[in-house]
């Protein structure tokens, strides 16, 4: 049959800091399609390990590489570019900003893609905005805020009642699925979730659930890190168990649930 293609193929990242590694040798790789998630005690190096996989770090040793590319150490703005989306374990909105301009932030990669990737294109745009001022930039915004009410509308009704709201102004649990949404708005390749339910209560972590079950039906490649159990083994087709900044075991859900490493390392911290 035909195989899916690597998304992310990582080969021994390492992350020191100090006389600590944080991410000691880690490999992984990640498919289309696929949502793998990342578990283990809190310290063991999850947040970190992302960190590596979306710029917001580089690793001291060992290769990321993307859809073929190696793309280790790369910035921010280059994982974004190639369709690297996150969001962070504490959550990060742009307090003083509306929510839709929260949203539409996470449109701006995106449009750096359009315009630097097609010189040609972006070079008649430009020349049509010179002479009918205004006229292709309202289209565009508009293009834009029609989307991102879009992608606020998966929330239900959480959000869209507070579109025009600052960011500070909502519940812990609104501010993430806002920073959700965000990553959505650059049509990522693959989805990196730091702990998307913490805070959450069992109502709000279900709906949660329900979203990322929705997405990943609709064939978006998710990698996760989460420490409701249940959650995980409903969601991810592979797991990935790190302790103390090392892989120590990896497979199906049951396969993971029921190693006894796993249950000695949830249990011995
Ligand atoms: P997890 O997300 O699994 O809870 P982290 O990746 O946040 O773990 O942290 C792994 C280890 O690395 C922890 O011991 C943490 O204190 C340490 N660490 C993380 N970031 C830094 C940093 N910027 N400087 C120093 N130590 C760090
Ligand atoms: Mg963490």
Known sequence: GEGRSILFDVRRVTRRFGGLTAVNEISLNVSAGECVSVIGPNGAGK????????????PDDGIVRFVGEDVTGYTPDEFARRG????????RVFGNLSVLDN???GAHSRL?????GLPLIGAIVEVFRALVPGAALRDEDERLRDEAKHVLARFGTRLLPR????AH???????????IARALMLHP??????????????SETAEMQEFMLELKRGGLTILLIEHKLDLVMRLSDRVIVLDDGKKIVSGLPEEVRNNPLVIEAYLGH
Not at 84 to 91: K, L, P
Not at 112 to 116: E, G, K, L, P, T
Not at 191 to 198: F, H, V
Request: aromatic share 6%; proline share 4%.
């Open 47 to 58: 947040s970190t390990l992302f960190n590596l996989l979306a710029g917001t770090d580089r």
């Open 84 to 91: 690297v989306a996150r969001t962070f374990q504490h959550g």
């Open 103 to 105: 949203v539409l932030i």
């Open 112 to 116: 750096a893609i359009a315009r630097h």
């Open 163 to 166: 579109i025009d709201a600052p």
């Open 169 to 179: 102004s909502l519940s812990y649990a609104n501010r993430r699925r806002v920073e």
């Open 189 to 202: 390749r693959i989805l990196l979730l730091d702990e998307p339910t913490a805070g959450m209560n069992e």
